[in-house]
């Protein structure tokens, strides 16, 4: 599949492409479940994310001797997860020093944790949904691992199972600016068109995951507090990415901004609010997205049989 291509619709659409990439979207069963037949089943709502190419084809990452890279423990699986904290793992503080990463030649994987189930509904515009980076790694295993189950004892309930993780959306994905306007301020969205599975199904639906999307995509300053219009009180304090300063300028007083350069997705505990948009790209933005080839599932050359994929690949729960 690899990036595919964007194709303009109008003669100036407005819009800057600032990456692209392939987009993969997982979701878990609940504790001690081991299939869901819907969203109720459902835990966790993960995306992957590989940026390919850009407007800087070297992008800059959290060091990693910074202690979090490929730590890969998402603490919103067990029995205690909460869209409003996301308890630690004895992880250290993270951001410091910057390693450079060139995206067209070396594979990088961001891991991204949903605070909710779903995806933003389309048809409402105004609701924010709150997620975070989990983990940035050049290392394959690393996801795989972050994605398999795991038994483990708790204290009050004894043995717990969770299951592994489902991919259940394999596409192509955009980060792009919208030129600002007098009417309409600096800002960016994050725009993916699926290719697997072809068609509307049921897991993808109640995921809100649909055929293509359009989110206004906004980065969280670490260094403001409160939950704001989010709904959410955010990682702790010690879970937070930091920023180098040439970044965190960007963000200057505001608690959130645009995601402008993308490379604030490469430090893990960077938050964000993903809004919808749109569900039709080309009539928002003026371009449409198209897949390099269709019938190759990258998700499987990536991935291999380590991943479920039923969801994926027929479009049925599992």
Request: glycine letters at 12%; hydrophobic letters at 30%; proline letters at 7%.
């Amino acid at each position: 599949m690899g990036q595919g291509k964007e194709v303009k619709t109008r003669p100036d659409p407005q819009v800057e492409i600032q990456e692209r990439g392939e987009i993969f979207f997982f979701y878990r069963p609940k504790v001690n479940k081991e299939e869901a037949h819907s969203v109720d089943d459902v835990q966790r709502l993960y995306i992957v994310m590989r940026p390919e190419s850009g407007e800087n084809p070297v992008e800059e990452k959290q060091d990693p001797l910074s202690g979090k890279e490929g730590s890969g423990k998402d603490s919103g699986d067990g029995d205690e997860a909460s869209g409003s904290s996301s308890g630690t793992n004895n992880r250290s503080e993270g951001g410091h020093g910057v390693e450079k990463v060139n995206i067209e030649k070396q594979i990088l994987l961001r891991f991204i944790v949903m605070g909710k189930k779903t995806l933003p509904d389309p048809s409402k515009k105004s609701q924010p949904f709150w997620g975070f980076v989990e983990m940035v790694t050049k290392n394959v295993e690393d996801v795989k691992n972050a994605l398999k189950g795991e038994d483990y004892e708790t204290k009050t309930r004894g043995h717990r199972h969770k299951p592994p993780a489902r991919a259940v959306g394999e596409g192509i994905y955009r980060i792009l600016r919208h030129k600002p306007t007098p009417t309409r301020k600096h800002h960016t969205h994050l725009v993916y068109k699926l290719e697997f599975p072809s068609g509307e199904h049921e897991p993808q639906e109640s995921l809100n995951i649909e055929p293509e999307g359009s989110f206004l995509i906004q980065i969280r300053n670490p260094e403001q507090g409160g939950g704001g219009r989010s709904g959410f009180g955010g990682l702790k304090r010690k879970r937070k990415a930091q920023f180098p300063a040439h970044l965190q300028a960007h963000l200057g007083h505001t608690r959130f901004g645009a995601a402008d350069p993308p490379d604030f997705l490469n430090y893990e505990g960077c938050e964000f609010l993903l809004i919808s948009a749109s569900d039709d790209i080309e009539q928002e933005l003026g371009m449409e997205l198209e897949p390099d080839s269709v019938g190759e599932c990258d998700l499987l050359k990536i991935f291999g049989d380590d991943v479920v994929a039923t969801p994926l690949l027929r479009g049925t729960w599992d």
